[in-house]
């Protein structure tokens, strides 16, 4: 019986586990410090209340339940050491495997800009989503109440980045406030609330052919977003962000979608890393100087078909962690393995509700709005592993896009996500310690 050891349950670690568990010469161990796998293509609508967390997360066991050669451990690796195929948990577990399976996905980059760290809300994570999700929900209830605080910038809204996933949160936070404005918080003055998506590039969902972006723009204007092109959020402050123009822009929500490096695992590898932190895997996705180690997803630098990089997708990930699993197998049977073909399906955003771009395959052939949706619901659905719980999330997107469901504004992280107005600055927030 051969150990594989993999880090990470997101969509590239997974895909392996799942593909090496109908071996039974193998047994996996699949390490993650979330007992669940998060679906960061939702988060942003997590983040703002669209749907719920359980929407965006499931289960590994569950995933996994059935295999008796698969075993999953919910810790944090600390370090690795490669040339012996193991890892050191923060509990001080080590775990040894003839092949060791690197896929710790990815966090934000907040490039050394001042203050972004402690004060600007990335959008990586479940946790992330869950705590942007309540700051924003708890300014709405503080506005309420006292509307003043609306001159201290409480419902200035600052999306940092125009990439995709910049784009669909600040599309996003647009269509939470034309809905809440409806219906909920009945005397807050929302003709006050602004949202802003500000990046040094000059156009949103870089990448995206013209028409994409131009449709999109339309679609972001539309939600009432004020797009601030050519200009850097240079630092980040709590009750403000100043640009690189010199504009200051009270705010308590600056959201950073400026950028993704390697999890700051690959720090403890001990090996020199590439682009964004990430491994520069072989073609094999190989570990150059150490034999049976792999990295994969978001954690490598994956080189495609024409040698440059591909792109950090949940459809890069699991095609990795599909092929991953095939040349382990290979591997055991003493076979050659085979060369890596990604199967692209196209790249695709949602800018709030009815509103899609996508541009389907290697030609990527364009489509907007509720068909593009429809493309999106397809491709994203593919990426499921098909559980009951999966399922009905699928059935719930669906249902969100098609304008079946409401913002569900339930608060349940007060504490963690408090302003402290009267000091003029918050209160230093759980949420970097917890
Ligand atoms: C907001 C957002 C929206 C996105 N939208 C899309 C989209 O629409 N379509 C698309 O194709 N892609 C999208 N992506 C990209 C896609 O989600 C990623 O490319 C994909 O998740 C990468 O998969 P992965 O398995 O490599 O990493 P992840 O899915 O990030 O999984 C990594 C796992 O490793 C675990 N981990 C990390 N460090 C450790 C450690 N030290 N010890 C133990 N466990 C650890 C984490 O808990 C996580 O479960 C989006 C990404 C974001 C952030």
């Avoid at 699993?325 to 290979?330: F, P």
């Amino acid at each position: 019986m051969k150990r594989v050891v993999i880090v990470g349950g997101g969509f590239a670690g997974v895909s392996c586990a799942r593909r090496l568990a109908s071996n039974a010469n193998v047994h996996v161990t699949l390490i993650d410090k979330n007992n669940y796998q998060q679906f960061q293509p939702l988060l942003y609508q997590v983040a703002t209340a669209l749907l719920g967390p359980g929407n965006a997360a499931f289960s590994l066991r569950s995933l996994l339940r059935g295999h008796a050669n698969v075993d999953v451990k919910m810790a944090e690796v600390i370090s690795a050491d490669l040339t012996r195929r193991t890892v050191e948990t923060a509990d001080g577990k080590k775990y040894q495997g003839d092949f060791l399976v690197l896929a710790a996905g990815a966090q934000a980059n907040f490039f050394g800009t001042t203050g972004a760290e402690q004060h600007a809300y990335p959008l990586y994570s479940l946790r992330d989503a869950e705590l942007l999700r309540s700051r924003i929900l708890m300014l709405l209830e503080s506005v309420d109440r006292e509307p003043s605080l609306i001159d201290q910038g409480a419902l200035n809204f600052v999306v940092v980045g125009a990439g995709p996933t910049g784009a669909e949160t600040a599309g996003s936070l647009g269509h939470l406030i034309q809905t809440a404005r409806k219906d909920l918080y009945n005397s807050l003055e929302w003709t006050k609330a602004q949202i802003f998506l500000v990046d040094i590039g000059h156009t949103v969902l870089n990448g995206f052919s013209k028409k994409s972006q131009e449709y999109a723009i339309r679609k972001l204007e539309w939600r009432g977003v004020q797009i601030r092109f050519g200009v850097a959020v240079k630092e980040v402050h709590s009750g403000y962000v100043l640009l690189s123009d010199g504009t200051k822009i009270l705010t308590h929500t600056a959201i950073w979608a400026g950028g993704l490096k390697a999890s700051s695992l690959s720090d403890a590898l001990g090996i020199q890393t590439g682009r964004g932190g990430r491994i520069d895997v072989q073609p094999d996705f190989g570990v150059s100087g150490f034999p049976g180690v792999y990295a994969l997803g978001d954690f490598a630098n994956i080189a495609g078909a024409d040698g440059k990089p591909l792109p950090q997708l949940a459809s890069v990930a699991q095609q990795s962690g599909y092929y991953c699993a095939r040349q382990i197998v290979a591997a055991i049977a003493g076979k050659p393995g085979e060369p890596f073909h990604y199967f692209d399906k196209g790249i695709m955003a949602m800018i709030g509700r009815n509103a899609a771009v996508a541009e389907i395959g290697k030609k990527r052939y364009e489509l907007t709005g509720p068909i593009a949706f429809a493309a999106w619901l397809g491709v994203h659905a593919l990426l499921l592993i098909p559980t009951r719980a999966k399922i009905e999330a699928f059935l719930d997107w669906a249902w969100d896009y098609f304008g079946g469901s409401n913002v569900d504004p339930v608060l349940d992280r007060p504490e963690q996500v408090a302003v402290n107005w009267h000091a003029g600055e918050e209160k230093e927030l759980l949420r970097k310690t917890s």
